[in-house]
């Protein structure tokens, strides 16, 4: 018999269709042909991008040549502009405004085909802490209300460059997915004077059906109702709403959980194409007692079709604590 | 300067970037691989199939044999099934329910690569008569809260079987996105005292720019925050919030416009993968003021990546207006 879950925090339901219990094995991970030569995040290209806005390099080295360990720039074909006005208008019961935003893209290595889930613990934590960087500067821009981090790994996960790397959108309005997360939290702190998120996190260590790993600050988990196959969070176990206000070195140890989710990902479903986005309060929100940022590790192994899009309901075809039991099980080593 | 839209019913926004402002032509339709024999859906294999629950087919003939038109079985492997108990049940904090459902579909043609677009009209009509007899069957089951009838056409929009199909998954909850747009349009209505489609309808027909085909029943339109290139939604101009209850007049010109539709599509931007979805009111609200159903034809011409996934946000390169003046200009004879 399938079952339905409900997601505790936005109440969004999704189909586990236990039956099916679909193995790692049975998912089919097709190769993505690779194109080396020529890629504007490569040594020597730097020229190809516009001019960096940060990158982790040899003191003294002159910007915008070879030699970084990780560079952000500006993206070349931004889906939101930072120059002009924030400008509100309607247009008879529609309502607009002008794109006022930042697109910024994190290179991650100079190396062409090396994965995020297989550099060193250090590279990570440095990418994590230019999030940070790049989320304080931004946030004194008063015209954005949101920053939204965010990663495609694979052409098919929506990924246009091969080469590893992750990607900043500043918004001039809060998403509609972070403001039902916020809502969703809020009525249960209302109701239980408590974080859901803590309350999830409490659950989940002491069932430890879902749990993939943990360590003294992180957890990583299957959601209790995953959308997809292989889906995991990564929450921080002391409440904290701003990812932003994450310490230096709980950013390193936040890089180790997410390396061993990743590779535990990678090795047991064959290094699926992915998305995975970074959930924070919105800018003007910096301390709130029922937002808690966490990271979602989506997986592309199943297709989205009609019934998701016209309903947003999700079928999973493998149940989440199958698939937390695989992802303990593999071997990392 | 690239534009922000707010979808007026549930408020999602759209990022509208004029400035790529892609053409039909800058849309790669990769055409997809086509296995013929042993189709399930094809004359001779009916015995493949569960066995159907209606036909249309010549007086007297047998059932699950040869000489159909139109044939409705039940999925083989249904995301949801009707057999047993309605059961809901905590976990924690988590809620869960049994997987009581039903999930049909509708083989909509015995020729195996004929598309919905290129059917005649009147197939298309007696398949819309389908979904009308067999949504008033399954409405007497009270276990089930919303019936979504949907199609994937091509295997890059989630369809699993070459051969042309529908499908309906009745589910014992309302699902969140028809929720969201039943409290969207209640929120407007309990404003203007008018349901908000209505006034869609009014605006576009007066304006004219998104307006793709009408005809004295119905009006086919790119919406003002349409989140893909091409996509489109037919609504009926007279107010009707439950599709189950438009008359066969009606569904015979619903089934021009449909073709008509989807042709124009096909014709400008080569016949792309699609997802179509009918919303409708859930079962036990016949007849409502503020809810007022609709078709969206939503084309797989853009990849949805982690940032529509985190956000909710979409990023639409072809503006709805372009896009419209596109889908009418195309020769359709």
Chains 1, 2 share one sequence.
């Not at 998912?27 to 030569?37: I, L, R």
Request: hydrophobic share 35%; proline share 9%.
């Amino acid at each position: 018999m399938p079952e339905l879950r409900k997601d505790p925090i936005i109440g969004r339901w999704v189909i586990i269709s236990t039956e099916r219990g679909k193995r790692p094995v049975d998912y089919e991970v097709v190769p993505e042909p690779t194109k080396k030569g020529g890629c504007p995040f490569c040594y020597g290209n730097e020229a190809l991008t516009p001019p960096e806005i940060m990158a982790a390099r040899p003191p003294g080295s002159p910007p915008n040549g070879p030699g970084w360990q990780l560079r952000v720039v500006p993206n070349k074909f931004p889906a939101l502009r930072v120059e002009g006005q924030l400008d509100k208008s309607g247009e008879g019961l529609y309502d607009k405004m002008t794109g006022i935003g930042a697109h910024e893209i994190f290179i991650e290595t100079p190396v062409h085909d090396l994965h995020l889930a297989d550099m060193e613990t250090g590279q990570i934590a440095d990418l994590l802490q230019a999030f940070v960087s790049r989320m304080q500067d931004l946030k004194r821009d008063i015209r954005l209300k949101y920053l939204m981090i965010f990663k495609n790994q694979g052409f098919r996960a929506g990924a246009t460059m091969e080469h590893s790397h992750s990607q900043l959108i500043a918004t001039p309005i809060v998403p509609k997915t972070i403001k039902e997360e916020m809502e969703g939290s809020l009525e249960y702190y209302k109701y239980k004077e408590r974080c859901v998120f803590c309350d999830i996190i409490k659950q989940e260590i002491e069932d430890a059906r879902r749990l993939v790993i943990e360590n003294d600050r992180f957890v990583s988990i299957v959601p209790y109702a995953a959308r997809f196959p292989f889906e995991t969070w990564i929450l921080p176990k002391n409440h904290l709403s701003s990812f932003e206000n994450t310490t230096i070195p709980d950013l390193k140890i936040l890089a180790e959980i997410l390396k061993g989710t990743l590779l535990r990902m990678n090795r047991s479903v064959n290094t699926p194409p992915y998305n995975l986005v970074l959930h924070t309060a919105p800018c003007d929100r910096p301390k709130i007692d029922h937002y808690h940022w966490h990271i979602e590790i989506m997986p592309r192994l199943t297709r989205v079709a009609g019934f998701e899009r016209g309903t947003g309901f999700y079928i999973n075809p493998t149940p989440p604590e199958e698939a937390a039991a695989f992802l303990r099980e593999v071997d990392v080593n």
